[in-house]
């Protein structure tokens, strides 16, 4: 569904992605891993057209995504879920999903029920403003705010990060449900290993700004592990 292929980026003059090569296969979900600083944000700004990569090649079913615009990639079918969540903290929790409903392409204008069933604490608190939500009510509302755009592909960076344990749990529950049971592929970037065994079927390693290994969670080994995961 997304291929990148020999992609590299720079900050400046700094060289941050390496000829990069990810496939995240339709249906499945896929978690990049590494440690800190590797580029894995990087890598999902540049899939999300937040910053720009030099050269390489990004395909999106088959469509070529370096010449489609920041706006347009939400309009093609992928969600984003940016790291720290990025609500609007003084928007109510309805405003903040109601705010990407005029990009959708099927004039669909209002919320989509389905957003409320996964997320029933969302619709108890319509009227609260973001800002007084817990950190795992926000990102309830990240990743609600994302559904509300119908996305065929969605992007999480580190949803669990700075949220409680039993409210970890229940986010991976939702995301195996989107993907398993809804149908969406998943990327998204995870620290901790159990949740990405938890819910990835694929992982794919960067360290240094390079892929370095790839392939089936269960391949996922304590070799590759002490090489590239633990701190
Ligand atoms: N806006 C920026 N300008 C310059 N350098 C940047 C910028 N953003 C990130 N970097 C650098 O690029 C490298 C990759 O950062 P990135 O945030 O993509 O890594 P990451 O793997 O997502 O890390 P983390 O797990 O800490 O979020 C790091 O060395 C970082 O300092």
């Not at 994302?146 to 991976?172: F, R, S, Y």
Request: aromatic fraction near 6%.
């Amino acid at each position: 569904m997304l291929k990148v292929e020999q992609l590299n980026q720079y900050y400046g003059e700094s060289h941050t992605l390496w000829d990069l090569d990810m496939h995240v296969p339709e249906g499945q979900c896929t978690v990049l891993m590494g440690r800190n600083g590797v580029g894995k944000t990087t890598l999902l700004q540049c899939i999300m057209g937040l910053i720009k990569a030099r050269d390489g090649v990004m395909q999106y079913q088959r469509q070529n995504l370096l010449g489609v615009d920041a706006e347009k990639r939400a309009n093609l079918g992928i969600g984003y879920v940016p790291q720290g969540r990025q609500i609007f903290p003084l928007l109510t929790v309805e405003e903040n999903l109601l705010i990407g409903l005029p990009a959708r392409r099927d004039k669909v204008r209002s919320i989509p029920p389905f957003i409320f069933e996964l997320f029933p604490v969302l619709k108890e608190m319509l009227g609260r403003r973001g800002g007084d939500l817990s950190g795992g009510q926000q990102q309830q509302l990240a990743i609600g705010r994302a559904l509300v755009l119908d996305p065929k592909l969605l992007i999480l960076d580190e949803p669990t990060e700075g949220i409680q344990p039993n409210i970890v749990a229940e986010i991976g529950d939702i995301i195996r449900k989107l993907n398993k049971d809804i149908g969406l592929t998943v990327l998204l970037v995870e620290q901790k290993l159990p949740f990405a065994r938890k819910v990835g079927d694929r992982f794919c390693i960067l360290d240094r700004g390079r892929r370095v290994a790839e392939g089936e969670m269960h391949r996922l080994d304590d070799g590759l592990i002490q090489r590239y995961l633990t701190v």
